[in-house]
């Protein structure tokens, strides 16, 4: 028995129709454990910028902070797309987050389904009936961090952009991604371009030194080129996959592609220690918001991602992604999974068919 302080973010668009499914589930998970769960409410996003003028209040990095763990739904939406860049909602929360609270590490689980298996685009000889990667991305160092700006080169001015990574965050996220893989099926594919960058050949050697403190876990190497053609090919060779900034931002997409379900995937961002945030990949979805038809599973599936990453609970992680599996077995869907012409249920049925099965 535990009490442990959530931060929540509903955010914009169907962030409040679904966090609010994924708090149900929490609530309920702490009945049926015995844990408390203290839920503070945060405003970020486009939310923030109409009732305080900024994307990311101060006070909602204050909450975050004084929590265990922070929930988000979604931000932005077509109403503050006219800002200039600092002071939009994605670009003021998300990155602003992300730095607040020291967030250097991104877990992406493309899980599918067997039940959603017909979702995939890739053929079922090759998918088979189900699949589960973790994408592990570093997520504050590398290209879109570094040097950046304009100089004069040998055709006149000129853009750059310094791709750049220092041993110290590659043997953290290394360290991310080997303890994940001890949970799982003990392999690590690390993702570089280690025959052309140097950058590459400082991740590669501190992945295999980092390697030497897991002996149970099998590292390989690929190049990002052909990382993203197995990922198509043979897609089920994989376990963990670590790599850096930007090759993790076009991996993460494609792995979760693989599934064919954007509204089922949930993701973990984690600083150092167990703090983390905890949010669904799909954006705020505004061409459904508030018509209860949003598929609340990614954020309820990023709920379990917390019990697991931040609170050590594994066994309710297990309860909740148990009930979900449940509730596909039982051909339970909403709309955007759900085949042509079948039934489907509303956002707020879903939750508590979830909450019914645990
Ligand atoms: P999106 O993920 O919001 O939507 C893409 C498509 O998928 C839409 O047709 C949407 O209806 C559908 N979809 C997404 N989530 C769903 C769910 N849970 N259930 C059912 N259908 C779902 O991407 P977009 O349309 O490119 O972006 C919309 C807004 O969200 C933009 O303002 C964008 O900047 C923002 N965004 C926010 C985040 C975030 O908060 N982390 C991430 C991506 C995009």
Known sequence: MGTYNIAVIKGDGIGPDIVEQAVK???????????????????AGGAAIDAVGTALPKETVEVCKNSDAVLLGAVGGPKWDNLPGELRPERGALLGLRKELGLFANLRPAIMHRALSNASPIKHEIIGDSLDILAVRELTGGIYFGDKG?????????????????????????????DAAMKRNKKVTSVDKANVLESSRLWRSRME????????????HL??????????????????????????????????????????????????????????????????????????LATILSVSMMFK???????????????????????????????????????????DAVCAEI
């Open 25 to 43: 589930v929490t609530k309920k998970i702490g009945e049926r454990f015995g844990h408390k769960f203290n839920m503070t409410e945060a405003l």
């Open 150 to 178: 304009y100089r004069e080169g040998a055709y006149g001015r000129e853009a750059y952009d310094v791709e750049r990574y220092s041993p110290f965050e590659i043997d953290r996220i290394a360290r991310i991604a080997f």
């Open 209 to 220: 030194e980092i390697a030497k403190e897991y002996p149970e876990v099998e590292l390989e």
């Open 223 to 296: 190049y990002v080129d052909n990382a993203a053609m197995q990922l198509v090919r043979n897609p089920k060779q994989f376990d963990v996959i670590v790599t850096s900034n930007m090759f993790g931002d076009i991996l993460s997409d494609e792995a979760s592609q693989i599934t064919g379900s954007i509204g089922m995937l949930p993701s973990a961002s984690l600083g150092e220690g167990s703090f983390g945030l905890y949010e669904p990949i799909h954006g705020s979805a505004p061409d459904i918001a508030g018509m209860n038809i949003a598929n609340p």
């Open 309 to 351: 990453y931040s609170f050590g609970l594994v066994k309710e992680a297990k309860a909740v992604e148990d009930a979900v599996t449940r509730v596909l077995d039982k051909g339970i869907r909403t709309a955007d999974i759900a085949s042509d012409g079948a039934e489907y249920i509303g956002t707020d049925a879903m939750g």
